[in-house]
């Protein structure tokens, strides 16, 4: 059993920029693709972002693209989410995922990953 652990939620301003972080313990981060993905009050869990194992590709869903990074630290075995000009609509609970199977350009395909995190909250509000 994959056990993830995401922080660095909080509150910030339209604008402003978080660092999430997707953390594991006894288990090796880096043979699994790790997505991201959040869910907006009201609406249905939406895959935003995915780093392939051992780093190899990143893909990023139309809303964050060019605004959020996924990036992987080996030495830590975490993976993070660097969210830069974040937007009232980017408020959501945020969730870190890991399957064995490799990434999809779809990142609808995240929501079908097999372990999940708990989830940390962004709020982007001013």
């Known amino acids: 059993q994959v056990h993830l652990v995401e922080s660095g939620g909080g509150l910030v301003r339209p604008g402003g920029s978080l660092k999430l972080s997707c953390a594991a313990s006894?288990?090796?981060?880096?043979?699994?693709?790790i997505g991201w993905l959040r869910q907006a009050p009201g609406k249905e869990r939406e895959g935003i972002s995915c780093?392939?194992?051992?780093?190899?590709?990143?893909n990023y869903a139309e809303a964050v693209k060019g605004r959020f990074t996924i990036s992987r630290d080996k030495a830590n075995n975490t993976v993070y989410l660097h969210m830069n000009n974040l937007k009232p609509e980017d408020t959501a609970i945020y969730y870190c995922?890991?399957?064995?199977?490799?990434?999809?350009?779809?990142?609808?395909?995240?929501?079908?990953?097999?372990?999940w995190g708990q989830g940390t909250r962004v709020t982007v509000s001013s």
């Open positions: 995922a890991a399957d064995i199977a490799p990434c999809r350009p779809d990142t609808a395909t995240l929501l079908k990953f097999d372990y």
């Open positions: 006894r288990f090796n981060l880096d043979v699994y693709a």
């Open positions: 780093i392939g194992g051992s780093g190899g590709i990143t």
